[in-house]
């Protein structure tokens, strides 16, 4: 069974940096690409960031391009977002989410499964 | 701001069938595959429909899918209390170079 979990969200202020993390397992990290996703208070559902299983590709939506960073550590089955100069916009619950697929820009794939996700406060 | 416009809230008695229709452009749904989710009250979400009209392990023929030019619909036939949620269209953004979700819409059971 595939099981996500995140951690790092918290209480930060306007400007400041925070790093989320995402530990996974029940399946083969390093043969998926992953995802962030947001939803803030009373909003809906927000795509974040994509990576790529080995990496090599990444994609932000305009609304976080330049202030926040994906990563992925495949040797440690975790998945990372770096955020920077925080704007309370971004304020809401970040989920780590696991995509169909190696790859995360084409069309086919969908996002699976999600964790509880983390909360980002601003 | 979001690409994908759906309705805010739909409703049915139980047992009746309800349809959610997403719009989008020629960019996104014109060109790739629609996903369905569901976000349950104090959960996760949920894939629901993918590629259009496929449903992942476990997930009851009573949710169908499909996709016509820009637009598509997600059904839920025999509708139950259990199915209230909100559920969101999405997919891939030529233009945006990215995943795009629909604004969502709230499903009351009543």
């Known amino acids: 069974e595939v099981h996500l979990v995140e951690s790092g969200g918290d209480l930060v202020q306007p400007g400041r940096s925070l790093r989320l993390s995402c530990v996974a397992s029940?399946?083969?990290?390093?043969?998926?690409?992953m995802h962030w996703v947001r939803q803030g208070p009373g909003k809906g559902l927000e795509w974040v960031s994509g990576?790529?299983?080995?990496?090599?590709?990444?994609g932000y939506a305009d609304s976080v391009k330049g202030r926040f960073t994906i990563s992925r550590d495949n040797a440690k089955n975790s998945l990372f977002l770096q955020l920077s100069d925080l704007r309370p916009e971004d304020t809401g619950l970040y989920f780590c989410?696991?995509?169909?697929?190696?790859?995360?820009?084409?069309?086919?794939?969908?996002?699976?499964?999600w964790g509880p996700g983390t909360l980002v406060t601003v | 701001q979001s690409v994908l416009t759906q309705p805010p809230s739909v409703s049915g008695a139980p047992g009746q069938r309800v349809i959610i229709s997403c719009s989008g452009r020629?960019?996104?749904?014109?060109?790739?595959?629609v996903n369905w989710y569901q976000h349950l009250p104090g959960a996760a979400p949920k894939a629901l429909i993918y590629?259009?009209?496929q449903r992942p392990s476990g997930v009851p023929d009573r949710f169908s899918g499909s996709k016509s030019g820009t637009s598509a619909s997600l059904a839920i036939s025999g509708l139950q209390s259990e199915d209230e949620a909100d559920y969101y269209c999405?997919?891939?953004?030529?233009?945006?170079?990215?995943?795009?979700f629909g604004t969502g819409t709230k499903v009351t059971v009543l």
């Open positions: 999405a997919g891939w953004d030529d233009s945006l170079n990215g995943d795009v």
């Open positions: 989410v696991k995509d169909s697929g190696a790859y995360h820009y084409y069309s086919g794939r969908f996002l699976d499964s």
């Open positions: 990576i790529n299983w080995d990496s090599g590709s990444v």
């Open positions: 029940g399946f083969s990290f390093d043969d998926y690409a």
């Open positions: 020629s960019s996104n749904i014109g060109t790739n595959t």
């Open positions: 590629s259009n009209d």
